[in-house]
């Protein structure tokens, strides 16, 4: 079905639409809306919300975020509690933003789609590392003058790899995720890797080549590759790294070189940074704060076509 303003099957709770029934889009809807800008988050079936997200600041002077509302699949049990309706939901019939933080398998089936109808904010970098999706999306974005945004994630010093990248001084990329194996999410080869130690490196090599086996857990390394478009997806060296002591938490070092300068020795950055997380858990919690300023972020920036880290 379409993606089409006012044509969405109203099968959620206070009237809001249900895209369960909608081709490719297998996931919960959530309206992370605000008056007058309604957001849409597709999340995954087996988050929980257990009360209102209240952020920390509104996008806009003026603008009121009303929370965080769940929409429930055909046939799915449902509390007794029936909300009142707020007065600003119907508007969220017509989106100006969705925003996907459910799996790539959303980008690649029906980004382009989405962009036909509103802007975009990809919670998954690693779809990217797609060529046609990466294509698809680039042409549907300047086709329809919509953005895609792009949330940077647990990728510290994005804006300093960028401006050093644009200026011609980023000769080598390269990022390490290191976690407990049970916070992986594996497929393909990966899934069957065996781990020789305590410490075990799964993979080491272009990011391009990590994210398909990797989907969740390649991310932070697809956000590089989008930072420093010199190198790419094929040129940002990911690792990932299965460590046996890292129980609850997620680590990243992300390292960065410069070509030689007159004395022959390069400029060189090296950033580590351990994110608690949950045992078992794919995102720290750390992470979690940084996607809602990204989402923050992009409802502050100018709506133009191309792909865009915010």
């Not at 990809?122 to 990217?128: D, E, H, I």
Request: with cysteine.
């Amino acid at each position: 079905m379409p993606l089409g303003r006012g044509q969405w099957p109203c099968c959620g709770r206070a009237g809001l639409p249900d895209l369960s029934s909608c081709s490719g889009l297998p996931w919960w809807l959530c309206d992370l809306g605000q008056a007058p800008y309604p957001l849409w988050a597709l999340v995954s079936p087996n988050v929980k919300w257990d009360k209102p997200i209240h952020p920390i600041s509104p996008p806009r002077p003026g603008w009121r975020v009303i929370g965080l509302h769940k929409l429930w699949k055909s046939g799915e049990e449902r509390p007794n509690t029936s909300p009142r309706p707020s007065p600003s939901l119907p508007s969220a019939r017509h989106p100006d933003l969705v925003v996907e933080v459910a799996h790539p398998k959303i980008i690649h089936e029906s980004g382009a789609q989405i962009l036909r109808h509103a802007n975009l904010l990809v919670g998954s970098p690693s779809a990217l590392a797609n060529q046609a999706t990466e294509q698809q999306l680039l042409e549907a974005s300047n086709r329809w003058d919509h953005a895609v945004f792009v949330a940077r994630g647990a990728l510290w010093g994005t804006e300093d790899i960028s401006r050093l990248d644009s200026a011609g001084g980023l000769q080598s990329l390269r990022v390490t995720m290191a976690t407990h194996p049970d916070g992986f999410r594996l497929e393909g080869p990966l899934a069957v890797a065996h781990h020789t130690g305590p410490r075990t490196v799964l993979y080491e090599g272009p990011v391009r080549g990590l994210c398909p086996f990797a989907p969740r857990n390649s991310n932070t390394m697809a956000a590089a590759a989008l930072a420093a478009p010199s190198l790419g997806f094929d040129r940002v060296i990911g690792v990932l790294v299965a460590d046996l002591s890292l129980t609850d938490m997620h680590v990243v070092d992300v390292e960065v070189s410069g070509p030689p300068g007159p004395t022959g020795r390069s400029f060189a950055v090296h950033t580590h940074r351990e994110n608690p997380a949950e045992p078992g858990a794919v995102t720290g919690s750390a992470t979690v704060t940084a996607f809602w300023r990204s989402l923050l972020r992009c409802c502050q920036l100018p709506s133009r076509p191309g792909i865009h880290l915010c």
